[in-house]
């Protein structure tokens, strides 16, 4: 069946793909390889509380890219290490073929495509894929296993085994770019094969089928203004076995924006119909209506320049749900350049959310005012804000630096005891030689978390340098830090002291890491080394 789809997919192909420069393919070779591979191997020992993890682990990677005749491209990755599981054995992970000729390209072996996430949204597949963009079409194709068929355990053994129906499905895109506007449409359907597994009685277990169809559109409107809308519908059925209509859900966006010279305002409305899902995805953010409206100024020339944005969104849509949630949002970020490469950057956001828990006597007594009492409201608020700025430093000799300082704030505030309150601010100065590449660079931070009666403290230094070797064929650079948290009114230090050493060729290059950590009782050293190799 395989090979019958990617013959189907085959035929997609215009015959303009074979008319190739046939000057060219006698020119070139008939193959041409090339790719890199990497060898990395790290050791672990703990010096003091005991040696719990394995000492010795490797990792082999590489990639390998064939050209056949100079027009068709085949990259090949792999992935050999010891760490495929519990067990000590090495493991192959995954393969993927994706060959490439001009505009025509194929995916083959266990890919991910990503269309739109309400349809086919990132989901890894065994199967085969193609994408033709000639000109100003772009059509998609794929087939393949989504889902492989697995039996429920017999014992404990495997308890994260989850049992599954054999899933197949198929899709296709179709898009066109005119002068000012770009359309897309999308169809994709996958179901699962019933045979292919027992569930028996006692396994909440369906086979399912769905298919999705999704439009959308990207329009300029009147040179200034721009409109992109989208809309998708996925029919599910739950059960195959029973002879029932499937569940229709929808989903709908549209989104303005007016561009000018120096501002630009969107407004976007975005509504998920409750449980809407497709098997050709993994996560949703479904049972929402979200409304946002936000701009960008720019001002003083270029040097100033904000941007804003407010939202409300809610869920429970079709108030089936004991708890709905309202949300407000808001963000503010400013950027000001100061100089020829000073900046003061800052950024605020909110978002406040409304809950509202209904009693469970609810859907027996609606009307009863006797139950307001038991109807729980809850208010959570989020803020956070940041600041950062960067000021150049004078001159002194072939050494130019900076001075550069951040700050950070964020609260969480809801129910009473439960808020929390996150702190944390740096400065440092960071310096460059200009002839040797040298630079140096400390910093200061200090934080403290506040959660309840609980209040937690950092602070500690940090300290780097590079200093390339033997005409900047070396790179050696250690760095330093220590920390010092009290939590409580207690104490502990925490240091952390680590050295690099890269050595790069024309098509090799090899690292080595030595890092020694240390706290109260604890001690522990990781060894790295790796090396890589590109071939051209």
Not at 408 to 436: E, T
Request: overall charge positive; hydrophobic content about 35%.
């Amino acid at each position: 069946m395989l090979l019958r789809i990617a013959v189907l997919l085959g035929c997609l192909i215009p015959l303009g793909v074979f008319a190739q420069d046939v000057e060219q393919v006698l020119k070139s070779k008939p193959v041409e390889a090339g790719g890199s591979m990497q060898m990395q191997q790290m050791f672990n020992h703990r010096l003091e509380g005991g040696n719990r993890s394995q000492p010795f682990n490797y990792v082999l990677s590489g990639n390998l890219n064939l050209t056949f005749f100079g027009v068709v491209h085949a990259p090949f990755q792999m992935l050999f290490s010891n760490m495929g599981n519990q067990f000590s054995q090495p493991t192959f992970n995954q393969t993927a073929l994706h060959p490439q000729y001009k505009w025509l390209q194929l995916h083959l072996g266990r890919i991910a495509i990503n269309w739109s996430p309400q349809t086919v949204g990132g989901h890894v597949f065994q199967g085969v894929a193609t994408d033709l963009t000639p000109g100003k079409w772009t059509l998609s194709a794929l087939y393949g296993r989504f889902q492989k068929a697995k039996a429920a355990p017999s014992d404990s053994l495997a308890p994260d085994v989850t049992p599954a129906f054999r899933r197949m499905g198929y899709g296709f895109r179709v898009g066109h770019r005119f002068k000012n506007a770009h359309w897309q449409a999308t169809y994709f359907k996958a179901a699962d094969d019933s045979s292919s597994l027992n569930p028996g009685p006692f396994l909440q277990l369906t086979p399912q089928s769905n298919h999705v169809v999704g439009l959308l559109t990207d329009q300029v409107l009147f040179k200034k203004l721009m409109l992109n809308a989208a809309y998708n519908v996925s029919y599910l059925q739950n059960d195959m076995r029973i002879n029932q209509s499937p569940a229709r859900k929808q989903h709908y966006k549209c989104g303005l924006a007016w561009q000018g010279k120096v501002q630009r305002w969107n407004l976007t409305y975005e509504y998920t119909d409750p449980e809407y899902l497709t098997l050709g995805a993994y996560y949703f953010n479904n049972d929402m209506e979200n409304i946002s409206v936000g701009g960008n100024v720019m001002a003083l020339k270029g040097k100033l320049n904000l941007s804003g944005q407010a939202g409300l969104q809610r869920d429970n849509l079709d108030n089936r749900k004991n708890a709905s949630m309202r949300r407000r949002v808001y963000s503010l970020q400013g950027q000001y350049r100061m100089g020829k490469s000073g900046m003061l950057s800052g950024a605020y956001s909110s978002f406040t959310s409304f809950t509202n828990t209904r009693p469970f006597t609810d859907y027996l007594q609606p009307n009863s005012p006797m139950l307001a009492w038991d109807t729980l409201n809850f208010r959570e608020v989020s803020e956070s804000g940041n600041v950062q700025l960067s000021l150049p430093m004078p001159r002194l000799g072939k050494w130019q630096g900076s001075i550069n300082g951040n700050g950070l704030w964020q609260r969480n505030a809801g129910a009473p005891g439960s808020n929390s309150d996150f702190y944390n601010a740096g400065i440092g100065v960071v310096a460059r030689h200009a002839d040797n590449g040298s630079s140096v660079a400390l910093q200061m931070n200090a934080g403290q978390n506040m959660a309840g009666e609980l209040k937690v403290r950092n602070l500690g230094p940090v300290f780097s340098c590079s200093v390339p070797l033997m005409n900047k064929k070396w790179l050696t650079a250690l760095s330093y830090s220590r920390i010092i948290s009290e939590v409580q009114s207690v104490k502990t230090a925490i240091s952390s002291t680590r050295f690099q050493l890269n050595r790069k060729w024309k098509t090799q290059s090899i690292q080595a890491m030595l890092q020694i950590q240390r706290s109260p009782g604890r001690g522990f050293l990781q060894a790295t080394i790796g090396y890589q190799v590109v071939v051209k």
